[in-house]
């Protein structure tokens, strides 16, 4: 049978994958990939918990997390869209004139 501390385990390899990818990598796309990675980490976490408390509070939480998901997505493929127009690529390192 798999307990929550499966799910524990599986959620923390999913992030800390995620956390790489954040902190490894300079395009836009695998920065987002890895940012989405973290969000369902999370959401395997409520869906663990709620599945362990016997309630439907987690899940709510988890879709609630899907929609934030959702949202991020697209502000982040306009960001990606500004970047790639305005300097010819996607490398987040590259636009130091959007810092202030």
Do not use: K, W
């Not at 969000?39 to 016997?54: E, K, P, T």
Request: proline residues 1%; negative net charge.
């Amino acid at each position: 049978m798999v307990g929550v501390v499966h799910y524990l385990m599986l959620s923390a390899a999913v992030f800390a994958i995620g956390v790489f990818g954040v902190m490894a990598r300079s395009n836009a796309l695998m920065f987002l990939m890895s940012v989405e990675l973290m969000l369902n980490a999370a959401n395997i976490n409520l869906v663990a918990f709620s599945l362990h408390y016997g309630n439907l509070t987690g899940q709510v939480f988890a879709l609630l997390v899907m929609a934030l998901a959702a949202a991020e997505v697209a502000i982040g493929l306009g960001i990606i869209l500004v970047l790639d127009r305005n300097f010819g690529d996607i490398d987040v390192t590259v636009p130091t004139t959007m810092r202030r």
